[in-house]
Each structure stands twice: as structure tokens, then as C-alpha cells.
């Protein structure tokens, strides 16, 4: 069943060399609880941006936590490119497993599905297929002799992502962000902050059950209030852009970025 | 082009003109003037009693209609539910082919984009696929890019989707799926078929006379300095207002 | 755009010959539709149902209207087995393309996501293998060798399902039951019967429109109230449970069963 | 056996006894007897302080917390977060093979039966697997089924599914997946050894001694009859009904 515990001791049971997934940035990103596991230097983490990723990603891997990198892409958005992804890429010390959007889909949806494989149409003819020789050409089984891609299941050893609000049982809401539900269906385990707890019951009624993802896959949450700031939090907050700009702009370089490091542990500290 | 409110008017027109007949349109996160150009088709749609448009943003509340999650796009591309699309690319190349990824070898490469997004899987399913980049360049228009993010032409496989037109700054390019590469439609007001030559890296094909790109008419510059800015704010709320205070 | 309709005019876009998915029973299944369908003579229907059936499939079977069934089970539920489908296997007169729940749910969601076929767990050692020579067993192309069953991609030329409301816009409220969705995502036309159209936008809200079916899937909307009866609609009305025992009974004898189905949509006619 | 809710009471204290250990059971639609068992399971567990049961009821809404439609329990068992669940069989082999589908030949079928269900699926991946079928005959029991909805042994693919005892009206049998077949476990109260033996159709292994399937204790009861009964009215008022006013 789920457990409701502290931010701190939810970011502890992401363990180091875990793959760790996380979702883009307009799904729920959960900062604060990245800020908890960059405290608790917790590293060597393969990421798996469903399907991309922002500030989190560029923050884990300036922080050093990141082995491998599992993307369709980094960037943040407005602010521009992200500088630390690019200072990594160009130091190579970070794995690069790029990938397409829908691949990163159809490999978590095998995950779901518990098979070890998913076809998936396109992408042929692109050289993401000669940089994942895990991604395979085969022809077809059925009807007609036609080649199709395969890519194998993604199976994250943690999912982690913010919501507005879980009930005590630990069902949470995800509204129409689906790609968090399949994140937790494939993952193994799944650790999820909230803006707040609430005493209904959310699968109660078929309208509301209908945007909830059960407990059954929910294996921890913590209430980390305005938890995905400086990203937005839909029906809740918009995303702090002001804030964006300056990560942006002081991330340009080593210093400047564990500057802001700093300044954004001490703040998650203060908030919490 | 007397401003840079006027270009981004005939980019916006353009892009409608372009667009035209199409049932659902999806734009990505970050695009102002192909969204507007998609609100534009709309909107005259709706006064010609044409078909109605669906378009769809990523990352907008308001203009999605989507409930599936993130899957949902591409899902509704293959399904053959999706009639345009915009890419860019950091480089484009005279096959059609774009490059998200970066230049130099990779994994090291020497300046690194974002990342590949959906373009690999978008480019064989969704049938009218605008590249659309503002900056017309030798430096992103070259002979061949440095990776395939996603590549234009595939005879191996069957598809319905790529390329159908590249609009820039200055120049808007058909592609022919036949010939495999680009051919130059009209060149916007003051650029001419010589700066388009020097400014394009790769090789294409050049009809004898080269039209200009028409300035949008009276009637849809009214339709989109009223309507669709209005309707374009919601999303884009700078941009609408920068663009309306010009005009 | 979808089009609002007649009830009439709804059945009248199922063509004879045509594929056409139907849910299991409790997800809402449109009865008076089937009725219009029948009404209307369409026939040689290849019937698929998701997963299973039940009245729906033993009503048009009788009624000679189903040439092909693709089907993991036909049942009466309480009210026992499904008379006239029992007939038509005894007399051959029904092609049978007996399945398992994944295995449809797995062939509609190659459809939706556009690819040829679909891997599915299990399977392995059924006697379904031998029916289904559509279904293959193939070495997965990734990771340690492994064989695994691969199922065509099911792509219905319509699907029909009953809902509790849709808004102007065609939008339609479908709360958790997502097969829902996936069939229309894999369906090349879409028919929903509903109790009522609502004014209000169903995609106004995160929580409301988690339940919705967007209205670009939908091709055609026709008002039919109590339009599962006699089965059940959830969040609206319960299964009449004596309607479907007087069916089980009448409707083992073929003259039982034409007399119930006279009746039927005789009844039909009087509520619309 | 003294009477029809006796024999049904052991029969849910045997699916309880059955189900110790597991954190998810799925419960198939139409089951009373099964979700009883699982519910005096949860009962049971909740009063001694041990860990909670899920407890999923296809086609409840009450018993219901799936979210994404359907497939939601077939993704579930996959993902291994069903750790039981119930089947049945038109006929049952000795090999642990089930038939859903007919008897004679396939597709025209002397008996027809609903079909397979999602058995050929769920049989490869839920643990435990309990057969349920209640009639115990050689009509049911049969040497060799006449169609394999779902295989109990399939040593050419790995799986962590499969048979794990099967219940009936006269007794409990253990499936041994080594051995590839059944033993006798115990035999309810008033029938003997012989009955079961006359009774089934294929050959399985028989202890020297067979115990008996113990009644519930009076706790197990009170608890049954009290708490458990109320739960199962909300799905199964019928039943629940007959049960109660039985005891």
C-alpha cells in the first residue's frame, strides 16, 4: 500500500545507477523532490525524459547525478537551450541514448503491457536507428513483407513526478496527463509529491476516478507545496519564467550554475 | 519588407495559404507564427463557410483537445488524423532531411541542439509537414546534414507523410517528393532569386520566372489583426500584443 | 465535425459487410442502435467484440445480421449462456473467430497507434494459435530470444457504442471506461448513441475532460434514451435483469426468438 | 455435508486459506464464492494487523479501481501485480489444461461454451491460478480436454503464471507444476477418497492418507457471516441474502 512519508525520505528511496524517469515539463515535474535527491547526492542515475525534459534534467546533470541520459530532447523552452545538458555533451560525460518521443511512449508502453518489445511506425531512414542498436528493423509478421521499427521496453526502476493532490489512500490525480499513469504502470517503483492531501475519496465518482491514478501503482508520496516551482503545475501555477531566465542565463557557466545550485537547495530547505 | 511585423504578416499568411484544404492542423510548443498562420486559415474558413479546422497546441490547456496523454499526437498521426505539422531543424538539407541533433560527430558533437522530439516518427505520417526555420542561411541550409533526425524521402518503407513546403525569412521552397529535393515557389518582398542563391547552401530547383510571395490582402490583414491576435493571445500573449501594437 | 443524427440515420452509416466493434456490457452498449440496425436489414457484419459480448451479439446474430464473430467470450451473464449464438455454431452458420481479451484489446491498440501488429504476453500452448492462423509466434527481435504471440493490428470500420451524454461539439463522456477510446482511435468511423447533449463544454475542465472522448474521433451522435436498455449504463441506470432471463428464455427456440425480437423493436419504436 | 451454505462456507474459508499471502486477487465477474473467500481474506488479515489485501471485482464499480478501461487487469497481471486469480472450465484435464470454448470439434462444436475469456493470457502470468469449479464430475474432469483455451505448462516460454490448486464442491487439489498435474489435498466433509476417485476423469496423485478440508472455526464464522456477508451484498445481494439467512 502506499505510504505517505517526508520529501526527504521519499528522494531516499531513489537508490544511485537507478533509472529514474520523469516527465516533461508541462506533466508535473517534481523539483522539490529533485532538490532532495541532488541533497542527498544520490548519482550515477539513468534518466529517462518521457519523452523530454527541461530545467530537471539540466539540473540533475549539472549536479553531477547523471550517467545516462535517455531523451528526445533537452531544452528549456522560451529560456533557450540547456546549458549544462550542452557542457556535458561537449565534455562527454554523459551516456547519450537519443531517441524520438513516441519511441520513449512505445517502450514504456511495452513495460505496461509486459511484453519485451513494441513496433512503432516512422523512423526509418533516421540515424537515431544507427545510434540505438537497441532499436531493431524487422519485417513485419503480418500482412505484407514491411519493414518496421521495434524498440524494446522501458522498464524505469522508479517513476517520479508532482500532482496537485492525492487522498489518503493514495490514489492520485493526474487529469488528462496519461503519460504519468504509463510511467507508473511500467516503472517499478513509483514516488509521487503532491501539492496537498485530501480527505474525499478520488475514485468515487466515475467523473472524477476517471483522472486518478490508483495506489495500487503509487508506492510513496510526499507533500512538497508548490513542489514543481519554477515549472508550472496544471490547474495550479504557472511557470515561474522570471526564475527560468535567471537558471538560464547563471547555468551558462560551472560557477554560475552551482551558484544557483545552492541558492535552489537553500530555498527547497526553507520552503519545506 | 519594410519591418518586421510586415515579414512576419506575409509568414503568417503564407502558412495559411499553405494549410489550406487541410482538417486538423497540430502546432509544437514555442510557435507563435505557425499558430497564428493555423488560426488565420481558421478563422477565413469560418467566414467563407468553408470546413471547419481543428488545430491543435502542444502544451496549451486551451487549444487541446486532447485527452490521452502525451501518446495522443502521435497516435492520432498515425492513425491519418493529422493533416500538418511544422518542423524546423538546426540544419536542413537539399534531400528534405533535418538535423535537431547537433553538428560535428556524434555523441560529442560540436554544437548540440535539443534533441530529435518527435520529428522521426511525425516526418513519415503526417502528410503536409511545413519546415519552417526564420533564418535562411548557408549555415542551415546545407548540402547534407551532419545527422538525420529525420530523413525525407524512404522508398524502402511505405509512407504518407514529409515534406511539403519550407518557408523562411526570405523564400518559399515546394518539395518534391518525385525529385527528391526543393524548388523555389516565390521569394518575399525585397529579397530576390540571388540572395536566395547565395543565403541556400543546397541545390534546388529554379523556375525561369521566380514570383514573389504575395503580401496578404486587405480583407486578411483585417481578419488577422483583429480576430485571430486576439485569439492568438491567449497563448501567446506577447507576441499577439507586439504584433498588434505594430500594426 | 460530428454530426448530430437521427437515430436512424446513425444505423443507417453502418454499411452490410462491414466490421463493427461493440464493448462488453457494462461499458455501454448501444441496444437501440442495434435495434435501428436490425430495423434497417443491414447484414453480413463482421462483429467485433471488446472484448466479449453478450444481448447485443446474441440479438444481431439471431437476427441473421452477423456473418463473422471476433469475439473472446458470448455470454448472458446470469442469465446464462447466449442462445442463438449456441445455434449458429451448431449450424455453421456463423464464421468464428474465437480470441482472448488481450489479445483484442491488443489488436485494436495496433490500430490506434498505427503499426501492423502488436505483441502480447501469455497465449503460448492455447489451442487459440490453431484457429487464429492470423496470430503468429515469432523469436523477439530484442533482448535474450524468446518467443512471443503477435497479433494484427484490428482496424473496425465502425464503432458503436451507447454513453451517458456528448456535448455540441460531439465530445463525449466515456468516465474510466477507455476501451472506449481505443476503439474509436482504432475504428475508421465512430457512432455514439447517447442519453442527452449538454450544453456545457465536457472539455471545460482538467477533471472533466479526463473522462472524454474528444469529438475528433467521433463522426456521429444520435440521442436514444435509455439506449443500453436492457442492459446497463453505468452511472445512469442498472442491467433489467428480468428482460434479459424473459430473452435467455424466449430466445432458445427460433420462434421465441423472432417473437422477442418483434417485441423488441416494436418497443424500441415506441420509446424513440 | 449438512447442508448447501455449509459446504459454501467451506468452500470460501478454503479460497481464504487459499489466497493467504497474496496482496492483489482479481476476482472474475459473476464469482460470489471467490470474492467471498478474498474478502474473508482481507477480513482476516485486517484483524490480525497483517498486511492488506487488494481486491479487485471485474464489472463491480464499488470493487473497482482500475482506471484505464479494460486492458487495465490483463497490463496488471503482466506488470505481476495480480497475484491471484480464479478460473474455471467447461472441462478440465489432468494436465491442468481448461476449455472455455466446446466440446467436439472446433468451430462446429457439440456444446458450446462462452469462449476463452482472458484465460489463455491470465493462466501465463497470475501465480496463482485457482480453478473453480464446483460440479465435480468426469463429464468436467476429463483425461484430455477437447479444446486448450489456456495451457497450465508451457516449457518452450518462461512464465510465472499458471494453476496452483483447483476447488471443487467434493475436494482440494494442489497443482504440482513439476510434476505437471494434481494431488488430492483434501476431501470435504461427508465424501471419502473413493467418491473423488469416481468422480474425476484423470489421473492424480493421492496421498496414503487424505486429510479432510477442515471446517471454518468459529471465528472464521462469525467473521464470514458477519462483516464478509455485509461486503459481498454490495456486489452480490442475492447471494449474500441466501447466505445470511442460511446461517
Keep these: ?272 | 519588407m519594410s519591418s518586421d511585423h510586415e515579414r512576419r504578416e506575409i509568414l503568417i499568411a503564407t502558412i495559411a495559404d499553405l494549410l489550406d484544404g487541410i482538417r486538423h492542423v497540430s502546432v509544437g510548443a514555442s510557435s507563435p507564427i505557425p499558430a497564428a498562420g493555423a488560426m488565420l486559415l481558421r478563422a477565413r474558413n469560418e467566414r467563407d463557410g468553408k470546413p471547419p479546422v481543428r488545430i491543435s497546441i502542444l502544451g496549451s490547456q486551451a487549444h487541446n483537445f486532447f485527452t490521452n496523454g502525451g501518446i495522443e499526437l502521435f497516435d492520432c498521426a498515425a492513425q491519418g488524423r493529422v493533416d500538418a505539422f511544422f518542423l524546423g531543424g538546426g540544419q536542413i538539407d537539399g534531400e528534405g532531411n533535418i538535423n535537431l541533433v547537433g553538428t560535428g560527430d556524434y555523441p560529442r558533437t560540436d554544437v548540440r541542439w535539443p534533441g530529435s522530439f518527435g520529428s522521426a516518427y511525425l516526418y513519415h505520417l503526417v502528410p503536409r509537414v511545413i519546415l519552417f526555420r526564420e533564418e535562411h542561411s548557408p549555415r542551415v541550409f546545407v548540402p547534407k546534414v551532419d545527422f538525420v533526425s529525420a530523413r525525407a524521402i524512404t522508398p524502402e518503407v511505405p509512407r504518407r507523410g514529409g515534406p511539403y513546403a519550407l518557408l523562411t525569412n526570405m523564400a518559399l521552397f515546394d518539395f518534391d517528393r518525385d525529385a527528391g529535393g526543393f524548388a523555389l515557389r516565390s521569394v518575399h518582398p525585397p529579397f530576390t532569386p540571388a540572395d536566395i542563391r547565395e543565403n541556400t547552401g543546397f541545390a534546388y530547383a529554379e523556375p525561369d520566372v521566380v514570383r514573389e510571395t504575395p503580401r496578404p490582402d486587405a480583407a486578411t490583414l483585417a481578419l488577422l489583426r483583429g480576430r485571430v491576435f486576439d485569439e492568438l493571445a491567449e497563448t501567446y500573449p506577447a507576441f499577439a500584443r507586439t504584433m498588434k501594437r505594430a500594426a
Tied chains: 1, 3.
Design chain 1, 1 to 272: 500500500m502506499t505510504e505517505i512519508v517526508a520529501l526527504e525520505a521519499l528522494a531516499a528511496r531513489v537508490a544511485p545507477g537507478q533509472s529514474l524517469a520523469v516527465p516533461v515539463d508541462r506533466s508535473g515535474v517534481a523539483m522539490a523532490a529533485t532538490a532532495a535527491i541532488v541533497e542527498a547526492g544520490i548519482d550515477n542515475l539513468h534518466l529517462i525524459c518521457v519523452p523530454i525534459s527541461g530545467l530537471q534534467a539540466d539540473l540533475l546533470i549539472g549536479a553531477g547525478a547523471v550517467k545516462t541520459l535517455e531523451t528526445s530532447a533537452i531544452s528549456l523552452g522560451e529560456a533557450g537551450g540547456a546549458p549544462r545538458f550542452g557542457a556535458a555533451v561537449r565534455a562527454g560525460s554523459v551516456t547519450l541514448r537519443d531517441a524520438t518521443c513516441p519511441a520513449i511512449h512505445a517502450g514504456l508502453l511495452a513495460a505496461q503491457h509486459g511484453v519485451p518489445f513494441m513496433p512503432i511506425a516512422g523512423i526509418i531512414g533516421s540515424d537515431l536507428l544507427e545510434v540505438r542498436p537497441d532499436w531493431k528493423v524487422i519485417d513485419s509478421p503480418v500482412d505484407e513483407a514491411r519493414k518496421v521499427v521495434v524498440v524494446p521496453a522501458i522498464t524505469p526502476d522508479v517513476a517520479l513526478f508532482h500532482a496537485p493532490e492525492a487522498d489518503r489512500a493514495g490514489n492520485v490525480r493526474i487529469g488528462r496527463f496519461r503519460e504519468l499513469a504509463t510511467m507508473a504502470y511500467a516503472a517499478r517503483k513509483t514516488l509521487v509529491t503532491v501539492e496537498r492531501i485530501v480527505d474525499r475519496n478520488l475514485l468515487e465518482t466515475e467523473e472524477s476516478a476517471a483522472g486518478v491514478l490508483p495506489s495500487l501503482y503509487v508506492d510513496a508520496i510526499a507533500v512538497a507545496e508548490r513542489g514543481a516551482w519554477p515549472l508550472a503545475l496544471w490547474d495550479e501555477y504557472p511557470a515561474d519564467e522570471a526564475e527560468i531566465a535567471r537558471y538560464a542565463s547563471m547555468a551558462r557557466s560551472e560557477d554560475g550554475f552551482r551558484a544557483y545550485l545552492s541558492t535552489f537547495l537553500t530555498h527547497r530547505k526553507q520552503v519545506a
